[in-house]
């Protein structure tokens, strides 16, 4: 019997599912190179971070995260970006709470060993961001709309792909006048 080298992943026998597959690499990727980039398609960080936005994601510890934060952690079969609202400092055990922008209510509290990393940049529209600690006051307004309302966010959303897809529209129409 071969011995798996060590710092490699192994799985268990055909039980993983496809999402889980996704997590562990991702997760592994992240422990070797320090810095991950991971596409966005979920609303629940509403208005910081959008669908399709790219997350550049650093290895951190558990006591290096502050309040205001985006600790990146695995969820199940999942990968979550949320904002840290609580980090409990206990000599032996840590946690984080966390709550998504958009959603009403906070997460589970996250263990130290589901934690991956903080959200260091947001890449949207060839542009990085930083990610505040604090949300300004129109990104609180959609917040709290988002929180009370499903059927809001998705409007949201959609509204952000259309402006988007102007916004396209437009920088096509300009490289093409260019070139005649």
């Known amino acids: 019997m071969r011995r798996q080298p060590q710092g490699f992943m192994t799985f268990s026998s055909g039980t993983a599912s496809p999402d889980s597959i996704k997590c562990d690499l991702a997760a592994e990727s992240l422990l070797c190179s320090g810095t991950l980039r991971v596409e966005v398609t979920g609303w629940s960080m509403l208005p910081t971070i959008w669908p399709g936005d790219t997350l550049v994601v650093s290895r951190t510890g558990a006591g290096e995260l502050v309040q205001g934060e985006i600790a990146f952690f695995r969820r199940g079969d999942r990968m979550v970006a949320h904002r840290i609202v609580a980090n409990s400092k206990d000599a032996y055990w840590r946690e984080l709470l966390t709550q998504g922008d958009a959603l009403a209510d906070a997460?589970?509290?996250?263990?130290?060993?589901?934690?991956?990393?903080?959200?260091?940049?947001?890449?949207r529209n060839g542009?990085?961001?930083?990610?505040?600690?604090?949300?300004?006051?129109?990104?609180?307004?959609?917040?709290?709309?988002?929180?009370?309302?499903?059927?809001?966010?998705?409007?949201?959303?959609?509204?952000?792909?259309?402006?988007?897809?102007?916004?396209?529209?437009?920088?096509n129409i300009r490289a093409n006048s260019c070139r005649h």
């Open 107 to 123: 997460d589970t509290p996250v263990s130290a060993g589901d934690l991956l990393g903080r959200v260091a940049f947001i890449l």
């Open 127 to 171: 542009r990085q961001a930083r990610p505040s600690r604090r949300l300004r006051i129109h990104e609180r307004a959609v917040t709290a709309l988002t929180r009370k309302s499903a059927l809001a966010a998705r409007g949201i959303v959609r509204l952000h792909r259309f402006y988007k897809s102007l916004q396209e529209s437009a920088r």
